[in-house]
C-alpha cells in the first residue's frame, strides 16, 4: 500500500477541497494507494526530527477515506486547515552567499520528514511559497514530491490559470458592482484595494469586468496627477458624479510621482521602512496605498473646487477586500480545475513522475517541471488587457465630451 501524503498551504482560496477530492478519486482508481492529509500545511516540517513523536503525527495527519467525503469538491476552504508556515523564513537572517547552501540543508531536511510521517510521496498545493518548497524538497532532498498551483493572484509562473484566481476575482467584481450603487446615490470617490502583492490579475480582471473607471496595478507604476487626479477631472468635467477606483495592494507610484506629487503622504520614507520577506523584497500590500491615495485626495481644495464647479460631490472613501475574496464556495470552473489538478497530481506520483506541477495550459492539464512552475508570473505590460484598461479608463469620458460641446 503506497500513502501519499496531500497538504494544502498558505491563503486559502475557493477550490482546495477540489484538488484533494480529485487526487482522492484518482488513488481509488489505483486501489492499492492510501491518502493521508498533512493538516496545517507545512507546520509539522518545521518541527525537528528529533521532536516528531507519533502522538505529533497523529496530531498533524488523518487518513482521508473518498467514502466519507461525498461531493467534497462543492464545499470552500480546506478541511485539512492551511497555514501560513514557511520553512525557509530562516533565510532572512542568513547572510547573501550562505543562502543556498542554507536552502539545501532545509530542502534535505524536510525530505528526510517523510519516514517520520509514515509517507512515501507528496502532493503540495499552494502558491509560489508553497509550491517552491515542494521545489526546494525535490531538487535538494531527491523528495518524490508534486504539486498543485494555487492562488487567487494567480501570479504562477507554471500554469496559465491557478484555482482559485476566478472564484476570486468573480468576488471582487461583484462587491466593484455593488459598490456601484452607493458611489452613484452619494455622489462618492470609491478606491477600492484589492488583493494582490505584487501581481495585478486580479485587479485587472474584476476592475475590467465591473467597468471600474481607474485600475492600479503592480506592473505598472502610476503618475498620480496623471493616472488620477487628471482622469477625476476629466470626468467630473463631462458629467461624472461618481467613481470607482480599483487599486492593487501592490501598486505604488511612479519615482517621478512619489517625488512630486504627495504632499500629505510621505510615500518614499513608507516603502523605505515598509517590512521585507524572506528574500529581502518590500511587502508592498502593507503600503496600504488606497488609505494613502485617500488621505492625499482629500487634502486638494483644488479638486474639491473643480467638482463643486462641476455640480458634483467631492467625497471619497476607501474599501479593502480583503478576506472576502477568499470566502465561500469555489465557482464552477474552479470546481473542475482543482479536481482536474488533483487528478493528474496524484496520476504522476502513482506513475513515479515526481518533480511535477499540475499545469492548465489552454485546455489540457500537462505536467511541468516543479522548479520552473513555482516562479512568479506578472501581467505583460504589452498584453492586450493592459489596452482594454488603458481604454476603458479613457474611452468612457472621452466619448462623453461631444455631448458638451
Same mark, same amino acid.
Given at each position: 500500500?503506497?500513502?501519499?501524503? @496531500?497538504?494544502? *498551504? =498558505?491563503? &486559502?482560496?475557493? +477550490?482546495?477541497? !477540489?484538488?484533494? %477530492?480529485?487526487?482522492?478519486?484518482?488513488?481509488?482508481?489505483?486501489?492499492?494507494?492510501?491518502?493521508?492529509?498533512?493538516?496545517?500545511?507545512?507546520?509539522?516540517?518545521?518541527?525537528?526530527?528529533?521532536?516528531?513523536?507519533?502522538?505529533?503525527?497523529?496530531?498533524?495527519?488523518?487518513?482521508?477515506?473518498?467514502?466519507?467525503?461525498?461531493?467534497?469538491?462543492?464545499?470552500?476552504?480546506?478541511?485539512?486547515?492551511?497555514?501560513?508556515?514557511?520553512?525557509?523564513?530562516?533565510?532572512?537572517?542568513?547572510?547573501?552567499?550562505?543562502?543556498?547552501?542554507?536552502?539545501?540543508?532545509?530542502?534535505?531536511?524536510?525530505?528526510?520528514?517523510?519516514?517520520?510521517?509514515?509517507?512515501?510521496?507528496? @502532493?503540495?498545493? *499552494? =502558491?509560489? &511559497?508553497?509550491? +517552491?518548497?515542494? !521545489?526546494?524538497? %525535490?531538487?535538494?532532498?531527491?523528495?518524490?514530491?508534486?504539486?498543485?498551483?494555487?492562488?487567487?493572484?494567480?501570479?504562477?509562473?507554471?500554469?496559465?490559470?491557478?484555482?482559485?484566481?476566478?472564484?476570486?476575482?468573480?468576488?471582487?467584481?461583484?462587491?466593484?458592482?455593488?459598490?456601484?450603487?452607493?458611489?452613484?446615490?452619494?455622489?462618492?470617490?470609491?478606491?477600492?484595494?484589492?488583493?494582490?502583492?505584487?501581481?495585478?490579475?486580479?485587479?485587472?480582471?474584476?476592475?475590467?469586468?465591473?467597468?471600474?473607471?481607474?485600475?492600479?496595478?503592480?506592473?505598472?507604476?502610476?503618475?498620480?496627477?496623471?493616472?488620477?487626479?487628471?482622469?477625476?477631472?476629466?470626468?467630473?468635467?463631462?458629467?461624472?458624479?461618481?467613481?470607482?477606483?480599483?487599486?492593487?495592494?501592490?501598486?505604488?507610484?511612479?519615482?517621478?510621482?512619489?517625488?512630486?506629487?504627495?504632499?500629505?503622504?510621505?510615500?518614499?520614507?513608507?516603502?523605505?521602512?515598509?517590512?521585507?520577506?524572506?528574500?529581502?523584497?518590500?511587502?508592498?500590500?502593507?503600503?496600504?496605498?488606497?488609505?494613502?491615495?485617500?488621505?492625499?485626495?482629500?487634502?486638494?481644495?483644488?479638486?474639491?473646487?473643480?467638482?463643486?464647479?462641476?455640480?458634483?460631490?467631492?467625497?471619497?472613501?476607501?474599501?479593502?477586500?480583503?478576506?472576502?475574496?477568499?470566502?465561500?464556495?469555489?465557482?464552477?470552473?474552479?470546481?473542475?480545475?482543482?479536481?482536474?489538478?488533483?487528478?493528474?497530481?496524484?496520476?504522476?506520483?502513482?506513475?513515479?513522475?515526481?518533480?511535477?506541477?499540475?499545469?492548465?495550459?489552454?485546455?489540457?492539464?500537462?505536467?511541468?517541471?516543479?522548479?520552473?512552475?513555482?516562479?512568479?508570473?506578472?501581467?505583460?505590460?504589452?498584453?492586450?488587457?493592459?489596452?482594454?484598461?488603458?481604454?476603458?479608463?479613457?474611452?468612457?469620458?472621452?466619448?462623453?465630451?461631444?455631448?458638451?460641446?
Amino acid at each position: 500500500m503506497m500513502r501519499v501524503g @496531500i497538504l494544502t *498551504g =498558505g491563503g &486559502d482560496a475557493p +477550490g482546495f477541497n !477540489a484538488v484533494i %477530492y480529485g487526487a482522492l478519486l484518482r488513488a481509488y482508481q489505483a486501489a492499492d494507494v492510501e491518502v493521508v492529509g498533512i493538516k496545517k500545511g507545512w507546520k509539522v516540517f518545521t518541527y525537528k526530527n528529533e521532536d516528531i513523536t507519533p502522538e505529533l503525527v497523529a496530531k498533524y495527519t488523518q487518513v482521508l477515506d473518498i467514502s466519507e467525503l461525498d461531493d467534497l469538491h462543492t464545499k470552500g476552504g480546506t478541511i485539512i486547515y492551511t497555514s501560513r508556515s514557511n520553512p525557509f523564513k530562516a533565510l532572512a537572517k542568513v547572510k547573501e552567499e550562505e543562502k543556498e547552501i542554507r536552502a539545501k540543508e532545509i530542502g534535505k531536511d524536510m525530505a528526510s520528514k517523510f519516514d517520520k510521517l509514515g509517507i512515501d510521496a507528496l @502532493i503540495a498545493v *499552494g =502558491g509560489d &511559497d508553497t509550491c +517552491g518548497v515542494a !521545489a526546494a524538497m %525535490y531538487q535538494f532532498g531527491n523528495a518524490k514530491v508534486c504539486a498543485c498551483p494555487k492562488t487567487i493572484d494567480n501570479d504562477l509562473a507554471g500554469t496559465n490559470y491557478t484555482f482559485g484566481f476566478f472564484s476570486g476575482a468573480q468576488l471582487a467584481s461583484n462587491a466593484l458592482d455593488n459598490l456601484t450603487t452607493t458611489a452613484h446615490s452619494h455622489q462618492r470617490i470609491f478606491i477600492v484595494e484589492v488583493m494582490g502583492r505584487d501581481a495585478g490579475w486580479l485587479t485587472l480582471y474584476s476592475g475590467l469586468s465591473a467597468g471600474a473607471d481607474i485600475i492600479l496595478l503592480p506592473e505598472t507604476p502610476f503618475d498620480f496627477e496623471k493616472h488620477v487626479v487628471k482622469v477625476l477631472k476629466e470626468r467630473a468635467n463631462t458629467g461624472y458624479k461618481y467613481h470607482i477606483i480599483a487599486c492593487s495592494e501592490g501598486a505604488y507610484p511612479c519615482k517621478k510621482s512619489i517625488e512630486e506629487d504627495f504632499k500629505v503622504v510621505d510615500i518614499k520614507k513608507a516603502i523605505e521602512e515598509l517590512p521585507k520577506d524572506v528574500f529581502g523584497n518590500p511587502l508592498l500590500n502593507k503600503l496600504n496605498m488606497a488609505a494613502k491615495i485617500t488621505k492625499e485626495l482629500k487634502d486638494r481644495e483644488d479638486l474639491a473646487e473643480f467638482f463643486e464647479k462641476c455640480d458634483a460631490n467631492y467625497e471619497i472613501r476607501s474599501v479593502v477586500l480583503g478576506h472576502t475574496m477568499r470566502a465561500g464556495s469555489p465557482n464552477v470552473f474552479d470546481r473542475v480545475l482543482g479536481l482536474r489538478y488533483g487528478y493528474h497530481a496524484m496520476g504522476y506520483i502513482i506513475k513515479g513522475d515526481y518533480g511535477k506541477l499540475s499545469s492548465l495550459q489552454g485546455t489540457e492539464i500537462v505536467p511541468v517541471d516543479i522548479i520552473e512552475g513555482s516562479k512568479k508570473s506578472l501581467v505583460d505590460i504589452h498584453s492586450d488587457l493592459i489596452e482594454l484598461r488603458n481604454a476603458m479608463v479613457s474611452v468612457k469620458h472621452k466619448s462623453k465630451e461631444k455631448l458638451f460641446k
